[in-house]
């Protein structure tokens, strides 16, 4: 069968080493890289969110917390002009002729907007503006055409309304534009690193790719540069252009050396399919080449693609080492400080970027800015962020993203310091990334040693194929373990102790949530139940169990720590009416806030068969009895030399067999926060006090009709049985206790549009 993957894997150049990665990629087993690495945009190493449409104020409550917890941020600026577009470019951005009367008027008009933009920020998130910026960037387009009261301007702007004390400056321009003067101009405004697209330095291949300029003029350019006083210098270089030969990209290495480049930055173009067909970048444009055509026998094809790529590694090598992946610098000099500053998993800090097709990002949340420029400035003159879609992070995609941007850096990623990003929380107890790691230690794509996860050489040259397959949100929901319901609710339990030295009793207590302690609003999305001890370790204490919709609709919330976020503490501000009855409650005894216990539990599983359905846990109806649920807790333990994992695939895979009694329903939970981290409970609820007592009268004594339902349905009896070979099982001898619904929230009618 005609195999165009391999067909372009097989692409090669006889003047050349195989590549080391060939037989890799040729192997079926890992049939899923090489389509990836066939078809991925170029530069792609990106790391998205999992919630859509996360509502915009949680994101900008998530900036300014992060905000006040990073030590630095990255500030970059888009100015989205050009004075031609290159004939592979996806980018949004304006074709002007610079010297154009009217063009003058669009730069103005580009500062305008972006100081516009920028001000709008400061409103949403006021301590942006003390915030210590690590790097400041300016990224095009090219910048370079902006004309220079336009550019001091612009930077007049920054340097008054942020902090850019300790920033390094850094500036992005297109070589025939970064001329002498305009080099001076930069460095008398701060600016020490300058950055510019050379793409190749074989005229040929540059005038393919229609961009107007000539290698000697990016010589020309970095010599220039280096009289002003520049020593840190990037230059883009492309490999994988129509008619480029490994020997071109050999010449570019030697050009590099030759010139002593302090920066240089390789990516990978598009395969001819993906440039004929896709759109990359803001998926919004097509490419001049996807448009008008490029001839599809110049492009090299993967095999070549490759060659180029460790040939690339090899000729830097002696000199230069890579931070992150496709970033090279010499060895004389730093990395680059902003891909550091959002990569390194030291750091990782927030990121803000003012301008078109900006993206902006936090440990939480992301937003993405429109790219139709008329679009963009309609928006900003109604005085809105222009921003175009926003994501958020679950708490497991958090950790996720946190380990590929680690990843990406290609430095060895330390557990002792994902730890300290997350509250003590080992990467290992992440179903997704410890998955990845056995599957990409299998594949010797890299090693793990002593808590320290390192890439192997072919994991280097791969390493934005396995970040974008392996734990790709698609791959997650195919996990065999069920906690990846990212969107599942979270159960939180919260011990309640009344005041029994002040004479406060149970009744009194209960009558007084019933009616009033109900009204205490809850936040959106989240409910909550009262429960006595019925039976077990703490009958006759209290209990609040919250059900919240998900763990996004809980950190908006709540802070990983316990403590209330600032869109909590607005919630609080907007009821002044709870604080009197939350006053009230707290004579007679403690509520669900710290320093009260408590755990956050998510679903690893549960019976969606059962009888028992979303309905309240606790009603009152006049002149009936009230009807109030039993919700058991019991907590579990793993045998010996049984690992979390195996009893959770376990779980993930079996718990299908269960059949719940009638009126009941098994949920199977896991510390995520709070007092009881990483341990398991099974969370019972059962319809009515009725309904247990038809299987269980009394605390581990069954009925026979218990023994009979276990009799009509053997597989789920075996089931447990296979279950209590890994961890211990509901009821004795572990922990447990059985309680019955009190009294439950009342919907808050403030709730609704929030
Ligand atoms: S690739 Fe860069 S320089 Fe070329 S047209 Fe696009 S934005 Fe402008």
Request: proline share 5%; net charge negative.
């Amino acid at each position: 069968m005609n195999d165009i993957l391999l067909d372009s894997l097989n692409d090669l150049d006889p003047r050349y080493p195989v590549p080391q990665v060939y037989d890799f990629l040729a192997s079926p087993d890992n049939r899923d890289i090489l389509e990836y690495v066939s078809r991925d945009p170029f530069g792609c190493h990106v790391f998205p969110g999992d919630i859509k449409d996360y509502p915009l104020e949680a994101y900008f409550q998530d900036m300014a917390h992060d905000i006040a917890q990073a030590k630095q941020i990255h500030l970059w600026v888009s100015i989205p002009t050009c004075r031609y577009r290159c004939h592979f470019c996806q980018f949004p951005t304006i074709i002007l002729n610079p010297q154009s009367a009217p063009s003058q008027a669009v730069f103005r008009q580009l500062v305008d907007y972006n100081i516009k933009e920028a001000t709008l920020w400061l409103d949403k998130v006021p301590t942006l503006a003390g915030a210590e910026v690590g790097e400041f960037n300016i990224f095009g387009g090219t910048p370079s055409l902006l004309p220079a009261a336009e550019l001091q301007r612009l930077m007049a702007f920054y340097r008054q309304h942020f902090n850019l004390s300790a920033a390094t400056l850094r500036f992005e321009g297109e070589p025939a534009t970064l001329t002498k003067s305009y080099l001076e101009l930069l460095k008398a405004l701060g600016f020490s690193k300058i950055s510019f697209g050379v793409q190749s330095f074989n005229n040929d291949i540059i005038a393919a790719c229609g961009r107007r300029h000539t290698a000697e003029t990016c010589e020309q350019t970095i010599a220039n540069a280096r009289e002003v006083g520049f020593d840190w210098i990037s230059i883009d270089l492309i490999y994988g252009l129509p008619g480029q030969s490994v020997d071109d990209v050999k010449y570019d290495m030697e050009k590099c050396r030759e010139l002593a480049i302090s920066h240089v930055v390789c990516t990978k173009l598009h395969l001819a399919e993906f440039m004929k067909q896709r759109t990359g970048v803001s998926g919004q444009r097509q490419s001049l080449w996807q448009k008008k055509g490029a001839n599809s026998q110049a492009f090299p094809g993967l095999g070549k693609q490759y060659q180029m790529r460790e040939l690339i590694e090899r000729y830097l090598a002696a000199d230069y080492r890579e931070h992150p992946t496709m970033y090279f610098h010499r060895n004389t000099q730093p990395a680059e400080k902003w891909k550091g500053l959002i990569t390194d998993l030291d750091k990782q800090y927030p990121e803000v970027a003012i301008g078109l097709g900006g993206s902006s990002k936090c440990s939480l949340a992301e937003a993405i800015n429109i790219t139709d420029y008329r679009r963009y400035k309609a928006v900003l003159d109604e005085g809105q962020l222009p921003i175009d879609s926003s994501q958020g992070f679950s708490p497991l995609q958090r950790e996720v993203n946190a380990f590929k941007m680690a990843l990406s850096t290609l430095r060895p990623v330390c557990n002792h310091e994902f730890r300290k990003r997350f509250d003590g929380r080992s990467f290992f107890s992440n179903p997704f990334i410890s998955r990845a790691l056995k599957t990409l230690t299998s594949k010797t794509l890299l090693t793990v040693s002593d808590d320290v996860v390192t890439l192997t050489p072919n994991g280097v040259t791969l390493v934005e194929a396995i970040i974008n397959t392996q734990f790709s949100s698609g791959d997650i929901w195919k996990l065999p373990v069920t906690n990846t319901d990212v969107s599942a609710p979270v159960f939180s339990l919260y011990y309640i102790a009344i005041d029994t030295e002040a004479g406060v009793t149970n009744a009194q207590f209960e009558a007084f949530v019933r009616e009033k302690g109900c009204k205490i609003p809850c936040y959106p999305g989240w409910r909550w139940t009262l429960l006595r001890g019925l039976r077990g370790e703490r009958t006759g204490q209290f209990m609040m169990l919250y059900e919240i919709e998900s763990a996004e609709c809980r950190d908006r919330y709540q802070r990983a720590d316990g403590n209330l976020t600032p869109l909590a503490h607005q919630f609080w501000r907007d009821r002044p009416q709870a604080q009197e009855l939350l006053r009230e409650w707290q004579r007679l005894g403690t509520f669900s806030a710290l320093p009260t216990l408590y755990t956050d539990y998510h679903l690893l599983a549960e019976n969606k068969k059962s009888t028992v359905t979303d309905g309240p846990r606790y009603r009152e109806r006049p002149g009936e009895e009230a009807e109030a649920r039993v919700i058991g807790i019991h907590n579990l333990a793993l045998r010996p030399d049984v690992d979390a994992q195996a009893f959770e695939t376990f779980i993930a895979e079996n718990h299908h067999r269960i059949e719940d009694y009638p009126d009941w329903k098994f949920r199977l939970l896991k510390g995520e926060r709070g007092n009881r981290l990483d341990q398991y409970v099974v969370m019972m609820e059962i319809a009515s006090l009725a309904a247990l007592d038809q299987f269980y009268p009394q605390p581990d004594i069954a009925t026979d009709e218990a023994a009979i339902f276990a009799q009509a349905h053997r597989d789920t009896k075996q089931m447990y049985e296979e279950w209590k070979q890994l961890a211990s099982f509901s009821g004795s001898p572990q922990i447990y206790t059985d309680y019955l619904a009190v009294a439950e929230s009342q919907p808050d009618e403030d709730n609704r549009g929030d």
